[in-house]
């Protein structure tokens, strides 16, 4: 394995001062490198000790090995929640204590906001009181600062928490994943080990937040309803109840929301099939005109997503509009009753009402319920883990020999039966007997299926025996059948763990046929290998997997088919030089295929079905008669049959590949590339140059928002929804206003009535109905508003992603295919998939959230404005200082995010690329290796993860600081000046300000949120304003029955498929005569395919190219593109009906539909599908052969009756069948046209009229092909005779007899008159 970590630099946590731990000042030096720079991996801190994978894994690990065994003495199932809680519950009750002690503070808060307030009332002139106001003062801002230390350092300490469960089950998974027995194999697979890693594990993160809130909200409920008792008796009982039914509300809400959630999924994964189609088959779509029935399918798609997510946004929003609503609805319910019940009102009860309901509604309506669904949540995950963590352990032991006995490495198999499977009868092997002494040659035959690989495992231990003796002296080294490389560099995949000995090192190198491939690889040896061998090639990786095996010093070796992957010359040498060479004093066992290689064996052993059916040396086999070679036989036959398809594999990858890319790329040196030979050809991989995906850097500017709004609704209607937002604002702090001057009338005729001896009914002058009617009315306008803001918000953010979606397509569809050819498939759909999804699910709410919570920090501001003038002295620099800190944080933010996700992805693709290479680690003991790697990967990720929790801390902390500054300001202002005070006003004051502590850092949060998103919006937008090609219709339409000849013109035509990319064809004059049918050959690369693009105007050619006299570039694509049909080189199929397939437009009946099936044979397939013509296609149609998906194209051309056809045929991976049926209806059918043929195939164009053959863009010669045949010196003449002898005889026989049997029509001006011909362009391709 590549070292993971590097020395990393020492984390300043572990040694930093109590108050730098407090105040995370620790971390000053990372923000101000942040600041300058992007940080890297190297920037970041070693991960604590107590946070290390391994140390946190074994703790775990022996709490539940504990737990294992008392369950096994109890006889009941183990508990994993127990191990967990036994092994972490001292260090997170100590947290426990912190949670009671902020949610005291916030009870003891609005006390202390009383005893202020009703100093204003009782406006006493004894300094005493001024002196115990100035006391309380200091309580509520002590309390405001002690709340901002104590609220982060909490959260802090239970991430961290969580992060080590977290941290501990990883561990512990993949410790148990390197031993998994098959039979567990069996029952669980890679995807859900990944998933358990990836989704369950972080359940612990989240759960751990939560959990102290299921105690501590029900004893703080019980506080609040005594303290709220003893204020205003018994009608807090009313906000209680009122409280107590908003919960399983939004409880229902979430229910609701995650019912639609798993609908709209469903259509999304629809949406991105269908567009996945759209986008690899963009070139026929355009080709064929097809866009419209296109885009119609995926809007209707797109429709029905967009009406789920505009449910469940409304259902979002009035979730939202109620929780912003709950408070003033509580309040309200409270002091109507209190009033009713014949109470005065009175401006400390008010406040202190207010504040105590503020402090209790965010524990009781958000954290309990969420403590209780992340409760549940977690219990799901942790039995998924714990089934897991139970299932059944391969049982090892099996020691090296010591050195002195060393030559005696034996294997002894007697009797021996295995089964993979119990519940199947029959045994995977049976009866096999063998015995293996050193140095000898073991090789196993046999069928597929017939138990070789079976064997091997059986003696690795993988497979465990049944009956019979097993005995295995010695080390063994495995070569698995499906070679397995893990991403490292070449080096170290061979090296596995040992020391490197160079010259040995290269011995093996040389043995294995590596040494030529490592020269040509850029950095030799040291190359990385990517995930799963990505930039190796089959056969270069069969050789480092037998390399792996032949260096390790083993004592026996197992080598299961090592040589069925590379060619046969590479082949002979491994065989020579590796198995027979460098390991002929070990003993082999050698499971082969390749039979020429039985006669080297020491032993040959015959395995059919389990059984052995012969064993003994070459000649011993061949004189024991029949049986053994029948079975040879089949084996002969099946290598050929094999072999005849793929050659050598790699050796036939090159051409194919440069074929492709000169279709769609202009590189024709490429063609350069025919003689390559086993991975020479692999640096070139990806010659087709792909654009750098663009990356907008710095902040986002305004104009982006305002295309993003204006996208879904018009300025109007957005200045519509900014009033209301405003309204639903001032209406929520009116509806406190009103209180708090209520309280103060009450106060002033309390105060005066204090003289009249009956001051009862003194009090009731105040008119009652008036005053609770206008607060009535306050308070349904605070909902009314609340919801309508809301749910208008939403409806305009979910229209514009809608409306971005659809631009973004229609962009898309028009733009030239030249688009498609340099941005790979998952990039574009990266914008259909991940963007749009972000743009319909994540960015309505918290754009919403971050507008809700910036007007309330904005109404608190205000409030307090109003009453103290002053106080925006210190407001403006603090706001000043908080914008610098937002920038400030964000730069270092981002770049600890990013490392966060690409520190993650080592830990998933290290944990599947052991899983398919188990058995390998295992047989080379090499558990204990990857187990380190696994952790040092963790704490990699650790380090980053760390360092995201503790940057957001810091910055919170630094929020809730100047918060704090703002509220002490408030108070201690209210009391100097609190001569022009009345004590409503000062209550309003000051119970909004001190909710601006949580309140401003979440906005805060959400804003950098609102930000990170519109990045997605950015990209989409991108793609909006992409080029389009020409207009799909334009004012010259050419005449309906256009064209009914079919002569085509080509007049100086030059193209290329890009503005500044190399010409491909060069200055063609060709005419194209009715009825024709014309061969078009040419090397690759020599613009064969691009005379089609130039006729399709895929891209715009130079020069003119008429169709019957109408000029192409004038008129619209569809027009151009309807009236000639094309047989595309890859048959693409689209998902949907066969009728979907064959007539989009619905222009046919189903008479002629059949018909037309009919006649390309495809009829009976059609009518034994169970829905005939209705019936949906799997995927692109993948449940159809290739040739079956060649004959729906040909009967689309058919059913389109053109007098244009373009045949761009697929010869290379058609039957003979087939392709003959396909000639013979093209020359049934299409009589009446000019056929043009691009041909590597020549048997199929050799009895065409003329034959055009091309030569890097030029014309080289154009004529009868007898006639071209004359000329020993041409190009056509070379290609014929590379066809070998009796090909190239046949087809001289082939031309001679069409040139003689052609009956030559009066040509007069080069056009035949002749009835209407079509004009057909046939292409085939190697």
Not at 295 to 318: N, Q
Not at 324 to 347: E, H, M, P, Q
Not at 1152 to 1179: I, M, R
């Amino acid at each position: 394995m590549g070292e993971v970590s590097k020395a990393a630099k020492s984390n300043p946590a572990a040694t930093a001062s109590f108050l730098s731990k407090i105040f995370f000042w620790w971390l000053n030096p990372l923000f101000s490198t942040g600041s300058k720079r992007r940080l890297e991996e190297d920037d970041m801190y070693e991960v604590l000790l107590e946070d290390q994978s391994q140390n946190l894994g074994q703790d775990l690990h022996r709490h539940w090995d504990q737990e294992v065994q008392k369950a096994s003495k109890e006889l009941r199932k183990p508990s994993l929640s127990s191990a967990i809680i036994k092994c972490y519950w001292k260090p997170y009750s100590v947290l426990g204590f912190f949670t009671l002690i902020e949610e005291v503070i916030k009870v003891i808060q609005p006390v202390f906001l009383g005893k202020m307030i009703e100093f204003f009332e009782s406006s006493d002139p004894r300094p005493e009181a001024l002196h115990a106001a100035f006391g309380y003062a200091a309580g509520m801002s002590i309390c405001t600062i002690g709340l901002a230390l104590l609220h982060h350092l909490y959260f802090y300490h239970v991430q961290r928490a969580g992060m080590k469960i977290r941290v501990a089950m990883c561990h512990m998974i993949y410790k148990k994943a390197l031993c998994l027995s098959n039979s567990a194999m069996g029952k669980t697979t890679t995807g859900q080990i990944v998933n358990l890693l990836s989704n369950d594990v972080n359940k612990f993160d989240e759960v751990t937040i939560f959990l102290h809130f299921l105690w501590v909200g029900p004893l703080q409920a019980a506080v609040v309803v005594g303290l709220l008792w003893l204020e205003i008796g018994a009608s807090c009982l009313a906000g209680m109840v009122v409280l107590m039914f908003l919960m399983p509300m939004q409880t229902m809400f979430g229910r609701l929301f995650s019912k639609f959630r798993s609908k709209t999924a469903v259509l999304t994964d629809s949406r991105i099939r269908t567009m996945n189609e759209v986008v690899s088959g963009i070139r026929i779509i355009k080709m064929y005109a097809w866009e419209k029935p296109f885009s119609a399918l995926v809007s209707e798609v797109r429709r029905k997503e967009i009406s789920k997510i505009m449910k469940s946004s409304y259902l979002r929003g009035l979730n939202m509009a109620s929780f912003f609503c709950a408070s003033k609805i509580i309040v309200f319910v409270t002091f109507t009753l209190y009033v009713l019940l014949g109470n005065t009102i009175s401006a400390s009860r008010v406040f202190v009402t207010v504040s105590l309901y503020t402090a209790v509604r965010l524990t009781v309506t958000l954290f309990f319920p969420s403590a209780i669904e992340k409760l549940f949540e977690c219990r799901v995950s942790i039995r998924r883990i714990q089934e897991f963590l139970l299932l059944e352990e391969i049982t090892k032991g099996r020691a090296a020999l010591p050195q002195a006995e060393k030559k005696d490495a034996s294997v002894e198999i007697q009797d021996l039966t295995c089964y993979w499977d119990k519940s199947l009868d029959a045994p995977s092997l049976q009866n096999i007997s063998l015995s293996l002494n050193s140095n000898q040659l073991v090789a196993v035959i046999g069928p597929v299926g017939a138990g070789k690989s079976s064997l091997l495992s059986s003696i690795l231990g993988e497979l465990p025996d049944e009956k019979g003796v097993l005995k295995v002296r010695g080390q063994i080294t495995y070569a698995a059948q499906q070679p397995w490389v893990f991403p490292g560099t070449i080096r170290s995949n061979i090296l596995f763990g040992k020391e490197l000995n160079q010259q040995k090192y290269e011995r093996v190198i040389r043995a294995c046929a590596l040494k030529r491939d490592m020269e040509l690889l850029p950095a030799g040896d040291l190359t990385l290998i990517g995930d799963r061998g990505a930039t190796l090639s089959g056969g270069q990786k069969a050789r480092v997997n037998l390399a792996r095996a032949v260096y390790q010093d083993a004592d026996i070796y197992l080598l299961d088919d090592p040589l069925s992957a590379v060619d046969a010359e590479v082949g002979r040498h491994l065989f020579e030089q590796c198995i027979c060479g460098l390991l002929r004093n070990k003993p082999r066992i050698l499971v082969t295929h390749q039979l020429q290689y039985l006669k080297a064996a020491d032993q040959i052993l015959v395995l059919k079905e389990g059984h052995m059916v012969a064993k003994g040396t070459y000649s011993e086999l061949q004189q024991s008669g029949v049986d053994f070679t029948s079975l040879l036989k089949k084996e002969e036959e099946e290598e050929q049959q094999q072999q005849q398809p793929q050659a050598p594999p790699q050796a036939q990858d090159g051409p194919i590949r440069s074929r492709t890319l000169s279709q769609n790329s202009v590189l024709s040196q490429t063609s350069s590339m025919h003689s390559v030979k086993d991975g020479d050809y692999l640096p070139e991989e990806t010659v087709q140059t792909v654009a750098e995906e663009s990356r907008a850097h710095g902040t986002i500017g305004v104009s982006l928002y305002v295309k993003y709004l204006r996208a879904g609704a018009s300025i109007l209607f957005l200045l519509f929804v900014f009033v209301v937002n405003i309204l639903a604002q001032v209406a929520y702090i009116m509806q406190d206003w009103w209180l708090a001057y209520w309280a103060d009338e009450q106060e002033k005729l309390n105060g005066n009535g204090t003289v009249a001896e009956s001051g009862q009914n003194v009090t009731q002058q105040l008119d009652l109905d008036f005053y609770l009617g206008i607060y009535g009315g306050l308070t349904i306008a605070t909902i009314v508003f609340g919801f309508i803001r809301n749910v208008v918000l939403f409806h305009v953010l979910v229209r514009c992603a809608q409306a971005l979606h659809n631009r973004m397509f229609d962009a898309i569809l028009r733009t030239p295919v030249r688009f498609f050819d340099i941005n790979p498939i998952g990039r574009i759909l990266n914008r259909f998939s991940k963007d749009i999804g972000q743009l319909d699910s994540n960015m309505p709410w918290t754009f919403v959230d971050f507008i809700q919570v910036f007007l309330q920090i904005l109404g608190v501001i205000a409030v307090s404005v109003s009453v103290i003038p002053w106080i925006l002295l210190p407001v403006v620099p603090l706001l000043g200082l908080f914008l610098y800190l937002r920038r400030y944080f964000l730069q270092t933010s981002r770049d600890i995010k990013r490392l966060e996700s690409t520190t993650r992805s080592p830990v998933f693709s290290h944990l599947s690329s052991s899983l398919q290479g188990l058995w390998t680690i295992r047989a080379f003991g090499a558990e204990e290796r990857f187990q380190k790697a696994f952790d040092a990967h963790q704490d990699l990720h650790s380090g980053a993860w760390f360092l995201f929790l503790t940057t957001s801390r810091w910055f919170a902390l630094r929020l809730d600081g100047m918060c704090s500054i703002f509220v002490t300001i408030t108070t201690f202002g209210c009391l100097l000046l609190r001569h022009q005070l009345d004590a409503g006003s000062v209550g309003l004051a000051l119970t909004y300000s001190v909710t601006l502590m949580g309140m401003f850092q979440w906005g805060v949060r959400q804003s950098a949120e609102v930000e990170n998103m519109m990045t997605s919006v950015e990209r989409v937008v991108e793609y909006t304003e992409l080029e389009s090609e020409a207009p799909w219709e334009t004012e010259k339409r050419p005449p309906p029955e256009w064209p009914s000849k079919g002569l085509v013109t080509f007049d100086h035509v030059s193209f290329s498929y890009s503005s500044d990319g190399p010409l491909v064809l060069k200055n063609l004059k060709a005419m194209f005569r009715p009825q024709e049918k014309v061969g078009i050959v040419g090397r690759t690369g020599a613009g064969k395919s691009s005379t089609v693009s130039a006729l399709f105007r895929l891209a715009e050619p130079q020069g003119k190219i008429y169709i019957d006299g109408v000029l192409t570039s004038e008129i619209g694509l569809h027009d151009l593109r309807r009236k000639m049909s094309i047989i595309p080189q890859d048959p693409v199929l689209f998902t949907g009906s066969m009728r979907k397939n064959l007539d989009p437009f619905n222009y046919h009946t189903d008479e002629e539909l059949w018909n037309a099936l009919g006649e390309v044979q495809l009829k009976s397939v059609v009518e034994e599908l169970p829905g005939k013509l209705e019936t949906v296609l799997a995927e692109s149609g993948s449940n159809f052969s290739v040739g079956q998906r060649q004959l729906v194209c040909l009967a689309r051309a058919i059913l389109r009756k053109n007098r244009i056809l373009i045949i761009d045929e697929a010869t290379a991976n058609v039957d003979p069948r087939t392709d003959e049926l396909i000639q013979k209806t093209i020359r049934d059918k299409f009589r009446e046209c000019t056929v043009l043929t691009i041909a590597h195939r020549l048997n199929t164009i050799i009895d065409s009229d003329r034959i055009l053959v091309l030569d890097a863009g030029r014309i080289h010669a154009y004529d009868e092909p007898y006639a071209l045949l004359q000329d020993s010196e041409g190009i056509f003449y070379k290609m014929v005779q590379q066809t070998g002898k009796q090909e190239a005889a046949a087809l001289l026989q082939a031309a001679k007899q069409a040139y003689n049997s052609r009956s030559r029509p009066v040509i007069s001006n080069g056009q035949a008159d002749s009835c209407d011909g079509n004009l057909v362009i046939f292409e085939t391709a190697l």
